[in-house]
Nanobody, 115 residues
């Protein structure tokens, strides 16, 4: 079955960096696009970044120039490099993949930006 497992979250000071990873299994990872979402307390889940099977990327305006999404098909893994983090980036981050018309989500990883 399809599984997505995030890792790499934690507590970081403003201006710091984190790299999130999402390991996928149970399907042919390389032919599907992937997305990162986040959900802050009391707010709706929002899309942060996406990457196609061919490597094209897109970003939410709030993270452009600070976050970079990438993928390593040999490891069935998608990454989110987050630089210049701000307190407003605090959220649970989820990876997402749509396989055969079904959306799959990981369990999420907490990112807290605070001094």
């Amino acid at each position: 079955q399809v599984q997505l497992v995030e890792s790499g979250g934690g507590l970081v000071q403003p201006g710091g960096s984190l790299r999130l990873s999402c390991a996928a299994s149970g399907y042919l990872f390389s032919i599907y696009g992937m997305r990162w979402y986040r959900q802050a307390p009391g707010k709706q889940r929002e899309a942060v970044a996406g990457i196609t099977s061919g490597g094209s990327t897109n970003y939410a305006d709030s993270v452009k120039g600070r976050f970079t999404i990438s993928r390593e098909n040999a490891k069935n893994t998608v990454y989110l490099q987050m630089n210049s983090l701000k307190p407003e980036d605090t959220a649970v981050y989820y990876c997402n993949g749509v396989v055969g018309g079904t959306a799959y989500w990981g369990q999420g990883t907490q990112v807290t930006v605070s001094s």
